[in-house]
């Protein structure tokens, strides 16, 4: 009553800075940046802890072993930015890997390849359909899918692995460019062609819209059907990549291959900062995450831990990483 | 409302002072004063974000003050969730519901009751809950066994009220519960409201329409930016304009500012719906809109008003409709071909339809021209200028663009809503409830937006509750009631009592109908009852005996006294039959009034001029019978 302050244009917030901030300011408060301290710490203190650590040979190591939970973490990526999940990853891998090693017996393998790749695609297409379509859970569709995958894939490979694969094959691994192996290229490309995607094109929005508000998303028009399918058959297809390189270096192919990868690829994206209810996230979260995980696995060794203590430094990470997140975001809306 | 000057005296059940509130950097209270009495009810107003709702969700214990002391029954008050709230009889019927949708009607009438120990009885819930319902006038439509989840917004308001009034709260703070009901829900609400405060409870109406806080409050509290500018103000000292300046600190002048349209301004017919069938909500719809229009749709809550619109948006499923645009049938399956069809439309409930909290503000103006972009990028390089000018126009500065939406007001985010249509330069623009929740000041900028946007050739349909609003803003009103569309009309020849008569429910519309067909049956008569204004007539509701002489009145249509079958009957409305010049016909024109004596319209009854002419005392009895049976039953139903 007494102090009446002149009115501005009532209908700009006062809790939004007026002045423009910074563009680095934005960098340094998002979630990516501070996973990417994370890393940065974890690969401090290995090193410290390792001397073998931090070498070129053990960085190509890392990278090495990040190529296939990577690639399927992209998909997973995918899926969770839909609000989804897809429990079906790791039998998908196992399934398509036996598909690739049978096909590979009898046809060469430019035709191998995408036949497997296919098969992947196709799974990845039923559960996105179950889904999509029939507005069944993502949980209990790829639950199903997944057991139906790990079983099918005894079957079709009379319960042993299949080993005699073309020599060949491993040329997707082991050729280099300027000095980096071929299956770190693919990995690199794919985040970038991922990351691209996600951000710059309607297929990629229109991902982030479902998950944050479906049904905001479909009455402004967006195909939030084809798009809600969409991730299930990248993360099918991608798994099919996955297990084709793990196939190339290995050269066998075994049934039981990939189990508990899903889980691995979930830990990946969530440590990445995606957000399970959908919406939020990042490829180039999900990267972190591969890395920190395969890390702090790959340092373990190093250091002559029990690899049975990996379990609990992983989860630790996860569990420490979500809450540290919940407390600033606490922090930030209280004060 | 006489005791007002002894209840004044009363020891306040609530007292707060000095009480403050920051999120981050933001004030959003600064040293908040409220006295809340018993057997009062305070109006607490200010704009949207003046913080209103903050002082109401800490007095809830929804959230904590950052300073301040609360009194609360003599006692400081210290609350640390909303259950302590409840525990000491505060309660708060929120704006965004806080109901629990995969719970029954039932379950969330009672949820503060299945946290207590022991068992519940269901039978004993029941019976409080039709009880409770019946108070409200709802029982009907309310169902106690349907999940909440399936109800529209304005129902599960009704849930949330009927909530605050099982838990018998002292307290009670009504946070904008009018925002989507009909005049006649708010005048059931009103009623239970001055029970509750008879009854000695203490109550609070936060709101933004100033006739309701006329009409309810004993006093205001007022605030803006977080500041209380007028503290604890009799309500009767003060007028809507003092309040308004108040409220937004400078003159906003007239809220409706009538458009002035050219009759050749408004084109061709755009958009036609014929025949809209989307069960259960949604029976029998018709409409159309031309080009420039601004076309009212009009009805209670519940009368199907959202739903049809949803249906031609492909949200609900139809089972049978016509729909033209530009004359040619369109097949519209999903909201895309809608878009792509150049149409546009603003979802009733703003959070859950409309924002996609996740993206930015630029990506949530951009969404719908993304959706009509083909093409593998997002085609935001498109209308980059347009973007340019819609923002200026809204005062949003281009740096904001890459912020959060929740960050704005609600006001804003609505105007980035519709801007999101706009921007995708459609030739019709559908809006339910463009101004829900929004403040006076952002009212009237959205209205001058529709009005630019009609003038510059748009067919704009427009949903509302506030029957106010609708006549302030369309030059056209279908009516619609339980599912059909029963009335189009100027919205020159209406007036608000007019639309709430037109859109009364089917129960007493059903009832008025039964009373028509009996009388036509009895006297062999054309029955039908009116409106009358002056020198037209808007026909309702008709029944006709097969032997009767028409009146010539059509229910849904509008006419001239003169050019209807009985202008002498109309004119001298006497006591008795008036036999027309040409002696064909005689008919007793006769007024209805519901309980507090408001004008119902007329009823007339025609029949042969040669026929014995009936008592009309009998017919007046039994026309008047109908009213005084919807009196004692709104009576009984009282709690």
Known sequence: ??????????????????????????????????????????????????????????????????????????????????????????????????????????????????????????????????????????????????????????????????????????????????????????????????????????????????????????????????????????????????????????????PMAGNQLELDAIAAVVIGGASLYGGRGSVIGTLLGVLIMVMIRNGLNLIEVSPYWQGTAIGSIIIIALLAERLINWRSTRN | MLQTSQKAEAEPLLTATGVSKNFGKTRALVDASLTLRPGETVGLLGANGAGKSTLSRIISGHIQPSGGDIFFDGATLSLNSTRDALRCGIALVAQETSLAPDLSVLENIFLPNLATKGRLSYRAMRIDANRLLAGLGHEHILPLDAEVRTLSAAQRQLVEIAKALALDARLIIFDEPTASLSATEVDRLFDIMENLQNNGRALAFVSHRLEEVFAITNRVTILREGKVVAEDVATSSLTQGDIIQYMVGRDIGAIYKKRTVKPEAIGETVFEVKNLKALPWVRDISFSVRRGEILGLGGLVGAGRSEAVEAIWGLRPRQNSDIQINGKPIRLHKPADAVRAGMGFVAEDRRAQNIVPDLSVRENLLLAQMGQHRGFGRGYGKRANKVAELISDLGLPAHRLDTSLLNYSGGMQQKIIIARWLLTQPKILILDEPTKGVDIGTRSSIYRLLQQAADAGLAVIVISSDFEELLGIAERIVVMSDGITIADLPASRLTEEKLTLLAAPRTSAARNQALLAELAETYHADAVWTLLDGDELICLTQAAHDNAPSAGLTPGEAIMVDQTLIPKAIREHGPGFVTETDGLRQTLFTQLTDKRGHDLGWISLTIAGTAQAPDPKNIRAKISNLTSTDKDDLNGRHP
């Open chain 1, 1 to 254: 009553m007494a102090d009446t302050p002149n009115t501005p244009n009532s209908d700009i917030p006062d809790h939004v800075s007026t002045a423009p901030a910074h563009p680095l300011h934005a960098v340094f408060r998002t979630l990516e940046f501070r996973m990417l301290c994370l890393a940065l710490l974890l690969a401090g203190i290995l090193s410290i802890l390792s001397p073998h650590f931090l070498t070129e040979r053990n960085i190509f190591n890392i990278l090495d072993q990040s190529v296939v939970i990577g690639i399927v973490a992209v998909g997973m990526t995918f899926v969770i930015l839909t609000g989804g999940i897809d429990l079906s990853v790791g039998a998908v891998f196992g399934l398509t890997g036996i598909i690739l090693a049978q096909a590979l017996q009898i046809m060469p393998i430019p035709l191998a390849i995408p036949l497997a790749v296919l098969a992947g695609a196709g799974i990845g297409l039923f559960s996105g359909v179950l889904i999509a379509v029939f507005g069944l859970a993502p949980f209990v569709v790829t639950l199903g899918v997944m057991a139906i995958g790990r079983s099918l894939s005894f079957i079709a490979s009379g319960q042993r692995s299949i080993s005699g694969l073309p020599l060949d094959l491993d040329a997707i691994v082991y050729s280099t460019f300027l000095g980096i192996p071929a299956n770190v290229l693919f990995l690199i490309g794919l985040y970038l062609c991922a990351w691209g995607y996600l951000s710059y094109t309607k297929g990629g929005r229109t991902i982030y819209a479902i998950g944050s508000n479906a049904e905001a998303a479909r009455a402004a028009g967006l195909s939030t059907m084809f798009y809600s399918i969409l991730p299930y058959v990248v993360s099918g297809a991608l798994a099919a990549v996955a297990v084709t390189f793990s196939l190339a270096q290995i050269m066998s192919a075994d």
